[in-house]
């Protein structure tokens, strides 16, 4: 009968540079983005149309939703860096600026 030591198996389950779990799950990565999609989008969306029209206030918000977009690949580029497969995980935004910008 095999018994299973509960220091192997956090060894086992732990992330591969600094040995914490992590704790996230599908749920909360949804609440994450049901939270950022409706903070930026459904709620500028009435105060950008009533600002500066039906044409200007979409207009306006499609730009931001660009820059938004482009930013989100840009940390995602910085989370591991310089390599992003063996490169060290930043934590922090603070890290990763540090870390790319000296």
């Not at 918000?61 to 989100?72: D, G, N, R």
Request: proline share 3%; charged share 15%; hydrophobic share 45%.
């Amino acid at each position: 009968m095999a018994v299973d030591h509960s220091l192997e198996l956090a060894k086992v389950s732990c992330d591969d540079d600094d040995g914490q779990i992590r704790t996230g799950t599908l749920w909360s990565c949804v609440a994450h983005i049901i939270t950022a999609v409706i903070g930026s989008g459904v709620l500028s969306l009435a105060w950008s149309t009533s600002q500066l029209g039906w044409i200007g206030g979409p207009v306006a918000l499609l730009c931001f939703a660009i820059i938004t977009y482009v930013s989100a690949f840009l940390l995602a580029d910085c989370y591991r860096s310089p390599d992003p497969i063996k490169g060290t995980r930043n934590r922090t935004y603070t890290d990763a600026v540090r870390l790319n910008l000296g």
